[in-house]
Every structure is written in C-alpha cells, then in structure tokens.
C-alpha cells in the first residue's frame, strides 16, 4: 500500500504498569492485556485492544531506557503514535527522501515481533511518530 494503513496504536507513558494496567481496564472494561518486554528497547508495555487499535501502556525497565528520561523531563501521558505501514523499509526511505527527521534509519524488532523505526517529533509538529510493521506483510 502506497499510504499508511491505519494507526496502530496510541503509546502512554507510566511509571507504575502493574498500577496503569489496573487503571485501564477499569477505564476501558477491557480485561484482557498483553504484556511483553522489549529488551532493545528498555521498556515494559502491554497492549489493550480497542477495536481495530490499540492502547500500549510503556514504562522503562531501567534508567537507560528512553521512556525513563521521557519521564524526568515530562509527566506520564502521551509518548508516541504508531502508524502500520506494509512497507517499513519503503517508508522510511521516502519520509528521509522527503526531509523528515529519522530516529531510526533501519527497523529494530519491537512488541508483538513487529518491526518498528521512530521518526523525530522536530520534523512532524511535536508527535513522536512510531512506524510499525508485522512480520510477514513485509
Ligand atoms: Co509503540
């Protein structure tokens, strides 16, 4: 697909999971959540399915993880956007090739083993935007 497909999901920031996850689902009455942690990238996230999107709930595993310096600089709420895209590499080279800021040139693999790259929020109005890919619609 030449555009992206669909946002996957919304990142939020927390410091707590055991405790966001207990918020959440009262908040969503949703019961189900899968945890998973992402050892390359620090972070602890689970994921609520809403529909056709989904929330991911991220806390760091230690202070070398980027959410734990989001969080001495910022309060917990918002962290990023994902976008899923059929075409990680064939986006990533079109957004350079068209001035946006990467913060990954190459994807890494994230949660759920789907391949994942950031692009800087200086280049798309504050937003740091996640790419992700599913293995298998590459
Ligand atoms: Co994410």
């Known amino acids: 697909m030449d555009h992206f497909i669909k946002i ?5 920031a927390v410091r707590d999971l055991d405790a966001a996850i207990e918020t959440y689902r009262a908040l969503t009455n949703i019961e189900d959540c899968h945890t998973e942690v992402v050892e ?7 994921f609520f399915k809403i529909g ?14 980027p959410i734990h310096q989001f ?4 309060r917990e709420g918002i962290h990023h956007m ?5 075409d990680i590499r064939g986006d990533l080279k079109r957004l350079k090739d068209q001035g946006f800021k990467l913060i990954n040139e190459e ?3 994230g949660a759920h083993g789907k ?5 800087h929020p200086k280049s798309t109005n504050g937003v740091l935007l ?6 298998g619609s590459e």
Do not use: R, Y
């Open 82 to 86: 994902a976008f899923q895209t059929d």
């Open 52 to 65: 056709d999107t989904n929330l991911e709930l991220v806390c760091a595993v230690d202070e070398s993880s």
């Open 130 to 135: 996640e790419l992700c890919q599913c293995e």
């Open 8 to 12: 996957d999901h919304i990142g939020i």
């Open 71 to 74: 969080l001495e600089k910022n």
């Open 107 to 109: 994807p890494m693999v």
């Open 115 to 119: 391949l994942i790259a950031f692009v």
């Open 40 to 46: 390359e990238m620090k972070v602890k996230t689970a």
